[in-house]
C-alpha cells in the first residue's frame, strides 16, 4: 500500500481543487491520501467524494498553525478530528484571521518596493481559503517578479526578510491537546525544517508529547537526515508514531506525491485512535 498522509488544496496553499487533487493522488499510484490543508477543513467533504469514486482511501487532515512564546512557527497534522469540536474550530478561525491581517500588512509593507497590491495577491487565493504567503508568491510572479513560490521564498518571503510580519496563532501543546479533545491524532508536521527558518528544540517537542503528541513526521523532505536520526531515536523512546509524506502543494511546490510513504500498520494505528470522525 501507498498512503501519503500530507498534502494541500486550493482550500489553502495548493494549486488544485480537493477532487482533482485526489485523481492526482490516484495517478501516482496511492491507495490513501489525507487532505491536510493550513488551519481548514473545507475541502473534506468534496475529496471525500472524488476519493470514494476513484476507489482509494481518504484520509480527513488539517495542518494547524502554531507559534512558540519565542515566536517559532510549528505546523501541528491533526487527523481523524471532529470538525464541529467547538474549541479547536475557534482557535483555526482565530489563526485564518490573523493570517489574513498579516498577508495584507506584508503586502503593504511590500508596496513600497515592488509594484503590488492586495487586489493583485487576491486573484490568486480562492474564495474561502486559507491566507498564506504562497499566494503573495503567486502575485509576485504574475507580476513577472519572480520565477517561482521558491524563488519569492528565498528572495522576498522569507522569515529574516524586511517584509515578515507574524501573526496569532496557538501555542503547539495546547494546539496538541484540542485535537485530542477533538478526538483527533496529532502528528507534528516536519519537526526539522531547518529551511524555513528556527525550529523548536528538544523541550517543545517533548512538552508537545506531554500534551498528547502521537506521532513525528520524520520522512519529510525538509527534515535534514541527521535530524531524522534524533527523531527516531524520540519516537522509539516515547512511543510514538512515524509518518513520512509528501506535503504535495500542486504546482506550487516541487514536491510530489509519494516521494514519501507511511506504513500501512502506522496508518491502522491512526484509525484506531482518532475517534472524531473516520477514514473511508
Ligand atoms: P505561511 O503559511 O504564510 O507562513 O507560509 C508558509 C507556507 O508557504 C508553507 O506552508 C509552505 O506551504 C509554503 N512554503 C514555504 N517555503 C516555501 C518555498 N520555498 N517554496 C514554496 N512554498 C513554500
Ligand atoms: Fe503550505
Ligand atoms: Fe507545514
Ligand atoms: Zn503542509
Not at 485523481?23 to 476519493?51: C, I, K, M, Y
Not at 488539517?62 to 512557527?73: H, K, L, N, Y
Amino acid at each position: 500500500m501507498r498512503i501519503d498522509l500530507h498534502t494541500h488544496s486550493n482550500v489553502s496553499d495548493g494549486t488544485e481543487d480537493p477532487d482533482v487533487l485526489i485523481a492526482s493522488a490516484a495517478a501516482a499510484g496511492l491507495d490513501a491520501v489525507a487532505l491536510t490543508d493550513h488551519d481548514s477543513t473545507a475541502g473534506w467533504d468534496r475529496a471525500r467524494a472524488a476519493a470514494e469514486g476513484l476507489g482509494i482511501s481518504f484520509v480527513p487532515g488539517m495542518e494547524v498553525s502554531c507559534r512558540t512564546d519565542t515566536g517559532i512557527s510549528v505546523h501541528v497534522l491533526s487527523y481523524l478530528h471532529d470538525p464541529l469540536h467547538a474549541g479547536l474550530r475557534e482557535e483555526i478561525e482565530k489563526s485564518r484571521e490573523a493570517r489574513l491581517t498579516r498577508a495584507r500588512r506584508m503586502v503593504e509593507l511590500m508596496a513600497g518596493d515592488f509594484p503590488i497590491t492586495w487586489d493583485l495577491v487576491l486573484r490568486h487565493v480562492t474564495e474561502g481559503a486559507t491566507v498564506g504567503r504562497p499566494h503573495i508568491a503567486d502575485a509576485l510572479i504574475a507580476l513577472g517578479i519572480v520565477k517561482t513560490r521558491s524563488e519569492a521564498f528565498d528572495r522576498i518571503l522569507t522569515a529574516r526578510s524586511p517584509y515578515w510580519v507574524s501573526h496569532y496563532a496557538p501555542h503547539p501543546a495546547a494546539a496538541v491537546a484540542l485535537i485530542r479533545d477533538a478526538g483527533g491524532v496529532p502528528v507534528f508536521a516536519h519537526p526539522s525544517a531547518f529551511n524555513r527558518g528556527a525550529v523548536v528544540g528538544g523541550a517543545v517537542i517533548h512538552e508537545m508529547i506531554d500534551a498528547g503528541l502521537l506521532g513525528l513526521e520524520v520522512e519529510h523532505r525538509d527534515n535534514p537526515e541527521e535530524a531524522r536520526v534524533e527523531l527516531r531515536r524520540i519516537a522509539r523512546d516515547r512511543g510514538l508514531l512515524v509518518t513520512g509524506s509528501s506535503d504535495y502543494h500542486g504546482s506550487g511546490k516541487p514536491n510530489l506525491l509519494g516521494e514519501n510513504v507511511t506504513a500501512r500498520e502506522t496508518l491502522e494505528a491512526i484509525t484506531g485512535l482518532g475517534t472524531g470522525t473516520a477514514v473511508s
